[in-house]
Protein backbone atom coordinates (compact mmCIF):
# COMPACT_ATOMS: atom_id res chain seq x y z
CA UNK A 1 0.00 0.00 0.00
CA UNK A 2 1.13 3.80 -0.74
CA UNK A 3 1.40 6.40 2.09
CA UNK A 4 -1.36 7.57 2.76
CA UNK A 5 -3.04 10.62 1.36
CA UNK A 6 -3.79 13.08 4.17
CA UNK A 7 -6.99 15.33 3.87
CA UNK A 8 -8.26 18.01 5.93
CA UNK A 9 -11.68 17.63 7.04
CA UNK A 10 -13.66 20.94 7.70
CA UNK A 11 -17.68 19.94 8.09
CA UNK A 12 -18.59 23.23 8.82
CA UNK A 13 -21.99 24.52 9.97
CA UNK A 14 -25.33 22.82 10.05
CA UNK A 15 -25.57 19.80 7.60
CA UNK A 16 -22.12 20.05 6.78
CA UNK A 17 -22.24 17.50 10.36
CA UNK A 18 -24.19 15.55 8.52
CA UNK A 19 -22.96 15.00 5.26
CA UNK A 20 -19.51 15.06 5.90
CA UNK A 21 -19.60 11.96 8.01
CA UNK A 22 -21.51 10.39 5.37
CA UNK A 23 -18.93 10.93 2.52
CA UNK A 24 -16.49 9.98 4.64
CA UNK A 25 -17.91 6.41 5.52
CA UNK A 26 -18.35 5.74 1.94
CA UNK A 27 -14.85 7.30 0.62
CA UNK A 28 -13.20 5.48 3.01
CA UNK A 29 -14.64 2.18 2.15
CA UNK A 30 -14.03 2.81 -1.64
CA UNK A 31 -10.44 3.81 -1.37
CA UNK A 32 -9.20 1.43 1.23
CA UNK A 33 -10.58 -1.74 -0.90
CA UNK A 34 -8.73 -0.12 -3.87
CA UNK A 35 -5.34 -0.07 -1.62
CA UNK A 36 -5.54 4.01 -1.54
CA UNK A 37 -5.49 4.65 1.60
CA UNK A 38 -6.80 8.09 3.47
CA UNK A 39 -5.59 9.67 6.71
CA UNK A 40 -7.88 12.52 7.94
CA UNK A 41 -7.21 15.04 10.03
CA UNK A 42 -11.02 16.99 11.35
CA UNK A 43 -10.86 20.73 12.20
CA UNK A 44 -14.13 22.51 14.15
CA UNK A 45 -13.86 25.52 12.48
CA UNK A 46 -17.07 27.08 11.39
CA UNK A 47 -19.24 29.64 13.11
CA UNK A 48 -19.47 27.53 16.62
CA UNK A 49 -16.02 28.46 16.89
CA UNK A 50 -16.19 31.84 15.60
CA UNK A 51 -18.91 32.10 18.70
CA UNK A 52 -16.78 30.73 21.14
CA UNK A 53 -13.40 32.72 19.51
CA UNK A 54 -14.33 35.50 17.55
CA UNK A 55 -13.00 33.83 14.43
CA UNK A 56 -14.11 31.20 11.97
CA UNK A 57 -10.62 29.24 11.72
CA UNK A 58 -7.23 29.11 13.82
CA UNK A 59 -5.06 32.27 13.10
CA UNK A 60 -2.88 29.75 11.61
CA UNK A 61 -5.51 28.08 9.77
CA UNK A 62 -4.03 28.18 6.08
CA UNK A 63 -0.73 27.67 6.82
CA UNK A 64 -1.75 24.57 9.07
CA UNK A 65 -4.29 23.51 5.46
CA UNK A 66 -1.36 24.14 3.17
CA UNK A 67 0.17 20.43 4.16
CA UNK A 68 -2.32 18.62 3.21
CA UNK A 69 -3.11 16.66 0.14
CA UNK A 70 -6.71 18.26 -0.30
CA UNK A 71 -9.52 19.80 1.78
CA UNK A 72 -12.93 18.00 2.13
CA UNK A 73 -15.50 21.13 3.39
CA UNK A 74 -19.03 20.55 4.38
CA UNK A 75 -20.77 23.95 4.76
CA UNK A 76 -20.36 27.00 6.05
CA UNK A 77 -22.91 29.53 7.39
CA UNK A 78 -25.69 30.34 10.53
CA UNK A 79 -28.38 32.55 10.94
CA UNK A 80 -26.57 34.42 13.65
CA UNK A 81 -22.95 35.40 11.81
CA UNK A 82 -23.03 37.09 9.05
CA UNK A 83 -22.63 35.36 5.57
CA UNK A 84 -20.11 38.00 4.24
CA UNK A 85 -18.25 37.57 7.95
CA UNK A 86 -18.34 33.92 7.80
CA UNK A 87 -17.68 33.20 4.00
CA UNK A 88 -15.04 35.51 3.92
CA UNK A 89 -13.20 34.33 6.77
CA UNK A 90 -13.13 30.75 5.17
CA UNK A 91 -14.83 29.83 1.79
CA UNK A 92 -13.07 32.25 0.49
CA UNK A 93 -9.62 32.96 1.71
CA UNK A 94 -8.87 29.16 1.31
CA UNK A 95 -10.00 29.35 -2.29
CA UNK A 96 -7.89 32.57 -3.52
CA UNK A 97 -4.63 31.39 -1.21
CA UNK A 98 -4.31 27.85 -2.54
CA UNK A 99 -5.17 29.77 -6.36
CA UNK A 100 -7.80 26.94 -6.70
CA UNK A 101 -9.00 29.12 -9.33
CA UNK A 102 -10.79 26.12 -11.05
CA UNK A 103 -14.30 25.81 -9.73
CA UNK A 104 -15.49 22.52 -11.65
CA UNK A 105 -19.27 21.70 -10.97
CA UNK A 106 -20.82 18.83 -12.83
CA UNK A 107 -24.57 19.51 -13.82
CA UNK A 108 -26.34 16.08 -14.57
CA UNK A 109 -29.59 14.69 -14.46
CA UNK A 110 -29.19 11.16 -13.24
CA UNK A 111 -31.44 8.14 -14.35
CA UNK A 112 -33.93 7.59 -11.82
CA UNK A 113 -34.26 11.45 -10.54
CA UNK A 114 -37.44 13.34 -11.90
CA UNK A 115 -36.03 16.74 -12.66
CA UNK A 116 -38.20 19.99 -12.67
CA UNK A 117 -38.13 20.49 -16.98
CA UNK A 118 -41.24 18.80 -18.48
CA UNK A 119 -40.33 15.96 -21.19
CA UNK A 120 -36.25 16.20 -20.44
CA UNK A 121 -34.94 13.29 -19.20
CA UNK A 122 -31.13 12.47 -18.10
CA UNK A 123 -30.27 12.73 -22.07
CA UNK A 124 -31.05 16.17 -21.90
CA UNK A 125 -29.39 17.45 -19.39
CA UNK A 126 -25.69 16.43 -18.85
CA UNK A 127 -23.24 19.87 -18.38
CA UNK A 128 -20.04 20.65 -16.69
CA UNK A 129 -19.34 23.98 -15.58
CA UNK A 130 -15.90 25.36 -15.33
CA UNK A 131 -16.51 28.37 -12.93
CA UNK A 132 -13.29 30.95 -12.38
CA UNK A 133 -12.67 30.93 -8.93
CA UNK A 134 -9.88 33.25 -7.67
CA UNK A 135 -10.74 36.64 -9.00
CA UNK A 136 -13.08 38.54 -11.03
CA UNK A 137 -16.74 40.01 -9.20
CA UNK A 138 -15.57 38.11 -5.76
CA UNK A 139 -11.79 40.05 -5.71
CA UNK A 140 -13.31 41.81 -2.05
CA UNK A 141 -12.10 45.17 -3.39
CA UNK A 142 -14.21 48.07 -2.51
CA UNK A 143 -16.01 49.80 -0.02
CA UNK A 144 -19.00 50.85 1.75
CA UNK A 145 -19.68 53.74 3.72
CA UNK A 146 -22.80 55.98 4.26
CA UNK A 147 -22.88 57.48 1.13
CA UNK A 148 -23.05 53.57 -0.77
CA UNK A 149 -20.58 51.40 -1.98
CA UNK A 150 -18.53 50.40 -4.36
CA UNK A 151 -17.91 46.23 -5.56
CA UNK A 152 -14.43 46.34 -8.01
CA UNK A 153 -14.31 43.28 -10.35
CA UNK A 154 -10.39 42.49 -11.35
CA UNK A 155 -10.11 40.44 -14.39
CA UNK A 156 -7.03 39.85 -15.56
CA UNK A 157 -5.61 38.46 -18.68
CA UNK A 158 -3.72 35.45 -17.04
CA UNK A 159 -6.26 34.85 -14.84
CA UNK A 160 -8.97 34.84 -18.12
CA UNK A 161 -6.64 32.65 -20.08
CA UNK A 162 -5.89 30.26 -17.69
CA UNK A 163 -9.34 29.38 -16.92
CA UNK A 164 -10.70 28.96 -20.82
CA UNK A 165 -7.84 27.18 -21.26
CA UNK A 166 -8.91 25.06 -18.97
CA UNK A 167 -12.79 24.76 -20.15
CA UNK A 168 -11.46 24.19 -23.50
CA UNK A 169 -9.30 21.56 -22.72
CA UNK A 170 -11.74 19.99 -20.75
CA UNK A 171 -14.37 20.15 -23.87
CA UNK A 172 -11.88 18.74 -26.27
CA UNK A 173 -11.81 14.89 -24.03
CA UNK A 174 -15.66 15.04 -23.87
CA UNK A 175 -17.73 13.32 -26.45
CA UNK A 176 -20.16 16.11 -27.72
CA UNK A 177 -16.79 18.74 -27.73
CA UNK A 178 -19.01 21.95 -27.00
CA UNK A 179 -18.18 25.02 -25.25
CA UNK A 180 -20.37 27.58 -24.28
CA UNK A 181 -19.01 31.17 -22.62
CA UNK A 182 -20.58 33.06 -20.61
CA UNK A 183 -20.47 36.69 -21.42
CA UNK A 184 -22.12 40.01 -21.26
CA UNK A 185 -19.95 42.23 -23.12
CA UNK A 186 -23.42 44.03 -23.84
CA UNK A 187 -23.29 46.07 -20.66
CA UNK A 188 -19.96 45.27 -18.84
CA UNK A 189 -17.93 46.94 -21.19
CA UNK A 190 -14.42 46.40 -20.06
CA UNK A 191 -14.17 43.15 -18.22
CA UNK A 192 -16.53 41.58 -20.60
CA UNK A 193 -15.29 42.47 -23.23
CA UNK A 194 -11.26 41.43 -22.57
CA UNK A 195 -13.27 37.95 -21.72
CA UNK A 196 -14.66 37.71 -25.08
CA UNK A 197 -11.81 38.89 -26.63
CA UNK A 198 -9.25 36.13 -24.76
CA UNK A 199 -11.87 32.96 -25.40
CA UNK A 200 -11.56 34.11 -29.34
CA UNK A 201 -7.76 33.57 -28.69
CA UNK A 202 -7.97 30.61 -27.05
CA UNK A 203 -10.41 28.82 -29.27
CA UNK A 204 -7.79 29.15 -32.04
CA UNK A 205 -5.76 26.35 -30.43
CA UNK A 206 -8.48 23.76 -29.74
CA UNK A 207 -10.41 23.86 -33.90
CA UNK A 208 -12.06 20.30 -32.49
CA UNK A 209 -14.47 22.27 -30.00
CA UNK A 210 -17.49 24.03 -31.24
CA UNK A 211 -17.60 26.96 -29.08
CA UNK A 212 -20.01 29.95 -29.01
CA UNK A 213 -21.15 32.32 -26.46
CA UNK A 214 -23.84 33.83 -24.77
CA UNK A 215 -24.65 36.52 -22.75
CA UNK A 216 -25.54 35.01 -19.72
CA UNK A 217 -29.00 36.12 -19.10
CA UNK A 218 -29.69 34.07 -22.43
CA UNK A 219 -27.28 31.37 -21.53
CA UNK A 220 -29.40 30.53 -18.49
CA UNK A 221 -32.86 30.76 -20.05
CA UNK A 222 -31.12 28.01 -22.40
CA UNK A 223 -30.18 25.79 -19.67
CA UNK A 224 -33.72 25.55 -19.28
CA UNK A 225 -35.40 25.40 -22.60
CA UNK A 226 -32.66 23.93 -24.80
CA UNK A 227 -30.57 22.59 -22.30
CA UNK A 228 -29.59 19.04 -24.72
CA UNK A 229 -27.61 21.48 -26.58
CA UNK A 230 -24.91 22.77 -24.03
CA UNK A 231 -22.12 20.62 -22.77
CA UNK A 232 -19.43 22.61 -20.97
CA UNK A 233 -20.05 26.17 -19.64
CA UNK A 234 -16.96 28.82 -18.60
CA UNK A 235 -17.85 31.48 -16.95
CA UNK A 236 -16.58 34.14 -14.41
CA UNK A 237 -16.99 34.05 -10.39
CA UNK A 238 -20.54 35.39 -9.89
CA UNK A 239 -22.02 33.94 -13.58
CA UNK A 240 -20.35 30.42 -12.68
CA UNK A 241 -22.00 31.23 -9.28
CA UNK A 242 -25.40 31.52 -10.29
CA UNK A 243 -25.41 29.27 -13.58
CA UNK A 244 -24.52 26.02 -11.49
CA UNK A 245 -27.82 26.70 -8.75
CA UNK A 246 -29.58 27.06 -11.58
CA UNK A 247 -27.53 23.70 -13.07
CA UNK A 248 -28.40 21.99 -9.67
CA UNK A 249 -32.38 22.78 -9.86
CA UNK A 250 -32.89 21.36 -13.08
CA UNK A 251 -30.52 18.12 -11.92
CA UNK A 252 -33.08 17.76 -9.52
CA UNK A 253 -31.94 18.81 -6.41
CA UNK A 254 -29.11 21.16 -4.94
CA UNK A 255 -28.55 18.22 -2.64
CA UNK A 256 -27.22 15.95 -5.34
CA UNK A 257 -24.73 18.23 -6.76
CA UNK A 258 -20.60 18.48 -5.73
CA UNK A 259 -18.08 20.51 -6.72
CA UNK A 260 -14.27 20.40 -6.89
CA UNK A 261 -12.36 23.79 -6.10
CA UNK A 262 -8.83 22.81 -7.66
CA UNK A 263 -5.27 24.31 -8.27
CA UNK A 264 -4.91 22.49 -11.43
CA UNK A 265 -1.02 22.34 -10.66
CA UNK A 266 -0.90 21.09 -7.91
CA UNK A 267 1.47 23.74 -5.89
CA UNK A 268 -1.85 23.84 -3.24
CA UNK A 269 -4.60 21.95 -1.94
CA UNK A 270 -7.62 21.66 -4.00
CA UNK A 271 -10.71 21.74 -1.79
CA UNK A 272 -13.89 19.77 -2.44
CA UNK A 273 -17.44 20.42 -1.26
CA UNK A 274 -21.30 19.98 -2.15
CA UNK A 275 -22.15 23.09 -3.53
CA UNK A 276 -25.29 23.05 -1.17
CA UNK A 277 -24.96 25.43 2.32
CA UNK A 278 -25.95 24.53 5.62
CA UNK A 279 -29.19 24.53 5.56
CA UNK A 280 -30.41 25.54 9.03
CA UNK A 281 -34.11 24.80 8.02
CA UNK A 282 -32.68 21.25 8.21
CA UNK A 283 -30.07 21.04 9.76
CA UNK A 284 -30.03 18.34 13.01
CA UNK A 285 -33.30 16.51 11.60
CA UNK A 286 -30.60 14.02 9.98
CA UNK A 287 -32.98 13.63 6.39
CA UNK A 288 -30.07 15.97 4.53
CA UNK A 289 -29.07 14.34 1.63
CA UNK A 290 -25.76 13.24 1.48
CA UNK A 291 -24.90 12.23 -2.42
CA UNK A 292 -23.70 15.96 -2.87
CA UNK A 293 -21.09 15.37 -0.45
CA UNK A 294 -20.28 11.93 -1.40
CA UNK A 295 -19.90 12.77 -5.44
CA UNK A 296 -17.48 15.95 -3.94
CA UNK A 297 -15.40 13.11 -2.44
CA UNK A 298 -15.67 11.18 -5.63
CA UNK A 299 -13.93 14.23 -7.34
CA UNK A 300 -11.28 14.54 -4.63
CA UNK A 301 -10.52 10.97 -5.35
CA UNK A 302 -9.82 11.46 -8.73
CA UNK A 303 -7.65 14.40 -8.01
CA UNK A 304 -5.76 12.66 -5.56
CA UNK A 305 -4.78 9.70 -7.99
CA UNK A 306 -7.71 7.25 -7.49
CA UNK A 307 -9.64 7.12 -10.80
CA UNK A 308 -10.98 3.48 -9.84
CA UNK A 309 -12.35 4.33 -6.79
CA UNK A 310 -13.64 7.98 -7.44
CA UNK A 311 -15.48 5.61 -10.91
CA UNK A 312 -16.87 2.94 -8.04
CA UNK A 313 -18.62 5.80 -5.99
CA UNK A 314 -19.87 7.04 -8.93
CA UNK A 315 -21.34 4.11 -9.51
CA UNK A 316 -22.82 2.91 -6.88
CA UNK A 317 -25.06 6.75 -6.71
CA UNK A 318 -26.01 6.34 -9.94
CA UNK A 319 -27.19 2.47 -8.91
CA UNK A 320 -28.91 4.03 -6.23
CA UNK A 321 -30.72 7.01 -7.79
CA UNK A 322 -31.77 4.54 -10.20
CA UNK A 323 -33.13 1.63 -8.12
CA UNK A 324 -35.21 4.71 -6.64
CA UNK A 325 -36.01 3.04 -3.53
CA UNK A 326 -33.84 5.01 -0.94
CA UNK A 327 -34.59 8.75 -1.16
CA UNK A 328 -34.29 11.81 1.15
CA UNK A 329 -36.91 14.32 1.03
CA UNK A 330 -35.36 16.41 -1.17
CA UNK A 331 -35.71 14.20 -3.81
CA UNK A 332 -39.19 13.04 -2.81
CA UNK A 333 -38.92 10.42 -0.48
CA UNK A 334 -38.21 9.78 3.44
CA UNK A 335 -35.12 8.35 3.75
CA UNK A 336 -32.88 9.69 6.17
CA UNK A 337 -29.27 10.28 5.60
CA UNK A 338 -28.05 7.29 7.24
CA UNK A 339 -30.43 5.37 5.28
CA UNK A 340 -28.79 6.76 1.86
CA UNK A 341 -25.53 6.53 3.20
CA UNK A 342 -25.93 3.01 3.93
CA UNK A 343 -27.65 2.22 0.61
CA UNK A 344 -24.05 3.79 -1.15
CA UNK A 345 -22.10 1.79 0.89
CA UNK A 346 -23.97 -1.15 0.19
CA UNK A 347 -23.76 -0.66 -3.99
CA UNK A 348 -19.99 0.14 -3.56
CA UNK A 349 -18.48 -3.61 -5.14
C1 LIG B 1 -20.91 28.56 -3.79
C2 LIG B 1 -21.46 29.48 -2.76
C3 LIG B 1 -20.42 30.53 -2.43
C4 LIG B 1 -20.02 31.24 -3.70
C5 LIG B 1 -20.87 31.53 -1.38
C6 LIG B 1 -21.16 30.84 -0.09
C7 LIG B 1 -19.91 32.67 -1.23
O1 LIG B 1 -22.64 30.05 -3.22
O2 LIG B 1 -19.91 27.88 -3.50
O3 LIG B 1 -21.45 28.52 -4.88
O4 LIG B 1 -20.74 32.13 -4.17
O5 LIG B 1 -18.99 30.90 -4.24
MG1 LIG C 1 -23.29 29.30 -5.07
Redesign the pocket.
Known amino acids: MSAPRRIAVIPGDGIGHEVIPAGLAVLTRAAESGGFPLAFEHFDWGCEHYRRTGRMMAADALDRLADFDAIYLGA??APDVP?HVS?WEM??PI?QRFDQYV?LRPMKLLPGVTGPLAGRGPADVDMICVRE?SEGE?SGIGCLDADGAREEAIFTRRGIERIVRYAFELAARRPRRLLASATKSNALRHSMVLWDEVVEQVARDFPQVSWRKYHVDALAARMVTAPQGLDVIVGS??FG?IL??LGAAISGSLGLAP?ANLNPERLHPSMF?P?H?SAPDIAGQGIANPIGAVWAGALMLDHLGAPEAARRIEHAIAAVLADGDVRTPDLGGHATTADMTRALAARLP
Open positions: IGDIVLRNNYNLDTDGEIG
